[in-house]
């Protein structure tokens, strides 16, 4: 059974410029997560896609957006794209919404962005 | 707000003995909470939560919501236990809750041979 696959793992951005991550969930996972993880801020959650729908969102600036498809793979886009964004993206799939007896999230390798 | 704390950056032991990393909460529901590890070079992984109450890995972990506290246990660590641990809280409300994980800032655990 295939894992969260993210694409790509590196990427090399300039400032200004905008950069969009994909992620393919576990198959059957309908809800995906993304997550910033810097060595500053640790881990950070940026939102989560259930149904092609935004359902929670954390604390960042509009320039991260992100968006889910029918078949539950997900992108971030990050626009006008600054130094204090390198960072570690990480996604994370589940079932569905949370509810005791659900296992939990299964997190990707990540995509290593950095910008210069 | 909700916030996860372990006070503990570094934690060195020797294989054998015992290891407790410390996990601190805050959070005005009731709280689902989860210990992930992250193993050199290797992806997040969920170790524990808190609602299977089993131990995986010879590693426990109890909440204790006087203590607002979920600290992680295993009597005799191995030298593959190196890793950086983190606890994470997620919010819950009525059973069901969309995920969001608020980390801890992780504790590097290095057991000496």
């Known amino acids: 059974k295939a894992g969260v696959t993210q694409t790509p793992r590196y990427l090399i951005k300039t400032r200004g410029q905008q950069v969009t991550l994909s992620c393919s969930p576990i198959?059957?996972?309908?809800?995906v997560s993304w997550y910033q993880q810097t060595p500053g801020q640790g881990l950070q959650f940026l939102f989560e896609?259930?149904?092609?729908?935004?359902?929670n969102k954390g604390n960042f600036p509009g320039r991260f957006s992100g968006r889910q498809f029918s078949n539950s793979r997900s992108e971030m886009n990050v626009s006008t794209l600054e130094l204090g964004d390198s960072a570690l993206y990480l996604c994370?799939?589940?079932?569905?919404?949370?509810?005791?007896?659900?296992?939990?999230?299964?997190f990707g390798s990540g995509t290593r962005l950095t910008v210069v | 707000a909700q916030r996860v704390t372990q006070p503990e950056k570094l934690l060195s032991v020797f294989k054998g003995a015992p290891v407790e990393l410390k996990c601190n909460y805050s959070?005005?529901?009731?709280?689902?909470l989860f210990w992930y590890v992250q193993y050199s070079r290797q992806r997040l992984q969920l170790l524990l939560r808190?609602?299977s109450r089993e131990s995986i890995k010879g590693f426990t972990a109890d909440l204790n919501k006087g203590e607002t506290s979920f600290h992680l246990k295993k009597p005799f660590a191995q030298e593959e236990d190196s890793a950086m641990y983190y606890c994470?809280?997620?919010?819950?409300?009525?059973?069901?809750?969309?995920?969001?994980?608020?980390f801890g800032q992780g504790t590097i655990l290095t057991v000496h041979p």
């Open positions: 994370a799939s589940s079932l569905g919404p949370w509810s005791e007896g659900d296992y939990g999230y299964t």
């Open positions: 198959s059957g996972h309908r809800s």
């Open positions: 896609y259930f149904s092609e729908t935004q359902r």
């Open positions: 959070y005005s529901g009731s709280p689902e």
């Open positions: 808190h609602i």
């Open positions: 994470a809280l997620l919010q819950s409300a009525g059973g069901t809750s969309y995920g969001k994980l608020t």
